[in-house]
């Protein structure tokens, strides 16, 4: 069982999308993912949003003019997706299983962006086979771009894989780091707590 539906029991979907509905309408910036992803690969690129949730970052980047495609294993978030925009492709499936073919989607991707603490709460043991899949999942010089917490104040859980262990995974998967940023703005990574990393096949 992921860490993930220990947590929430797979039931938090319109929990999570009020969460982040609030959030703008205080006037916070919501978009950080989208936007780190239009600085990475043009518009027009396939994107596939891995742990897409409630589609907040996959929707936006569609508007953008992104050809968007979105997994996740939680049915509750997918159902908000699904409502916000049901045009776009979204999927059910575990990450640790994912076969982009099964599914009737090409295995090309630009970028796989992995967002909202996603590695660290996989079911634990299968962090190296989910960076395996996704990478097949990319074409040759297209990019992984993955955002997680790496201590107790940035997870809801505790933490499950460290930056040395993600990144044993991504060389194993046959990826390599090209830039590590401490936030969705690109700021400079200083060793804190929180990184996003991107790799490229």
């Known amino acids: 069982m992921s860490r993930w539906r220990e947590l929430t029991g797979g039931t938090s979907g319109q929990d999570y999308a009020a969460r982040f509905a609030d959030l703008a309408r205080s006037g916070k910036d919501v978009h950080g993912e989208a936007r780190f992803c239009t600085a990475l690969v043009p518009a027009g690129a396939?994107?596939?949003?891995?742990?897409?949730?409630?589609?907040?970052?996959?929707?936006?980047?569609?508007?953008?003019?992104?050809?968007?495609?979105?997994?996740?294993?939680?049915?509750?978030?997918l159902a908000v997706a699904q409502r916000q925009a049901p045009e776009l492709p979204w999927f059910q499936a575990d990450l640790a299983g994912f076969e982009p073919d099964a599914l009737?989607?090409?295995?090309?991707?630009?970028?796989?962006?992995?967002?909202?603490?996603?590695?660290?709460l996989l079911a634990a043991?299968?962090?190296?086979?989910?960076v395996r899949r996704l990478a097949a999942a990319l074409r040759p010089g297209g990019l992984l771009a993955a955002g997680f917490g790496l201590d107790e104040a940035h997870l809801p859980v505790p933490p499950g894989i460290t930056l040395a262990e993600?990144?044993?995974?991504?060389?194993?998967?046959?990826?390599?780091?090209?830039?590590?940023f401490a936030t969705w703005d690109a700021d400079p990574y200083d060793g804190g707590g929180y990184a996003v990393s991107v790799h490229r096949r």
């Open 166 to 180: 993600y990144d044993d995974c991504c060389a194993a998967a046959g990826l390599a780091l090209i830039d590590r």
């Open 46 to 77: 396939r994107v596939l949003d891995a742990g897409c949730g409630t589609g907040r970052v996959m929707i936006r980047l569609a508007e953008l003019g992104y050809d968007c495609v979105g997994v996740d294993l939680d049915a509750s978030m």
């Open 125 to 130: 043991g299968t962090e190296a086979t989910v």
């Open 104 to 120: 009737g989607v090409a295995a090309d991707f630009d970028l796989v962006l992995a967002a909202g603490n996603v590695f660290p």
